[in-house]
């Protein structure tokens, strides 16, 4: 059963920081990973959708990558903004199931 | 961006109301979702569609009941609505059927009952 790790649960950083969020996965059958964003009593906001056969997607500061192999996913941000600061989830899909496997999320905190 | 919309965005009802929240997408979509979430919790799917005429339980188990009458329509309805059902409800839709695909999510309906 595919299960999926985020780390750190909270993170509280000042702005312009560069930061790392990580996923984990135990089943390295995926199908596709896809970082999401999710702002307080909000739906969540698709942000990167990384297939298998790829190692990285990129959108302006953004930077996500996937290693199949070892089971994990960063996401990386640049020059972090207040902006910025809300929930990131990852989720996984897997061969052996049709449904997205979610993370329970990092929540990010970035201040002036 | 998304074409995925939720009505109402809050709702706040008395114990024992029938309530339906409407999830409308205009993408062509034919796998839609249902996701429960409680505040700073982790999302729990609680219903899914692969299209017209389909409807799937999640993973949690829930009371609410979904339709699937059209493509672009998947309400989810609740017949008597109870204070442990005070939550966020998530409606989200992907384009793939069997393998689970990029997905995309409406605003949520909070709903609270009293």
């Known amino acids: 059963k595919q299960e999926v790790t985020q780390i750190p649960a909270a993170l509280s950083v000042p702005e312009g920081e560069n930061l790392v969020l990580n996923c984990s996965f135990t089943?390295?059958?995926?199908?596709?990973l896809q970082w999401f964003r999710q702002d307080p009593g909000k739906g969540l906001t698709s942000l990167l959708l990384?297939?298998?056969?790829?190692r990285e997607q990129t959108s302006g500061r953004l930077n996500a990558s996937l290693d199949k192999s070892s089971g994990r996913s960063t996401l990386y941000i640049a020059a972090s903004q207040p902006g910025d600061s809300a929930t990131y989830l990852c989720a996984v899909g897997s061969y052996n199931t049709d449904k997205l496997i979610f993370g329970t999320g990092t929540r990010l905190q970035v201040f002036p | 961006e998304a074409d995925i919309y939720q009505t109402p965005r809050y709702l706040v009802i008395g114990t024992g109301k029938k309530i339906t929240l409407e999830c409308s997408q205009t993408m062509g979509h034919d796998k839609m979702y249902w996701y429960q979430q409680d505040p700073g919790m982790e999302l729990h799917l609680i219903h899914y569609s692969y299209g017209v005429n389909s409807t799937e339980k999640g993973d949690l188990s829930s009371e609410s009941t979904v339709s699937r009458i059209r493509t672009e329509h998947f309400p989810l309805t609740l017949e008597s609505a109870r204070p442990s059902h005070t939550s966020q409800y998530l409606c989200a839709s992907s384009e793939t059927i069997d393998i689970a695909g990029e997905l995309f999510f409406g605003e949520g309906s909070r709903l609270t009952v009293l």
């Open positions: 089943d390295s059958a995926i199908y596709n």
């Open positions: 990384i297939q298998s056969s790829q």
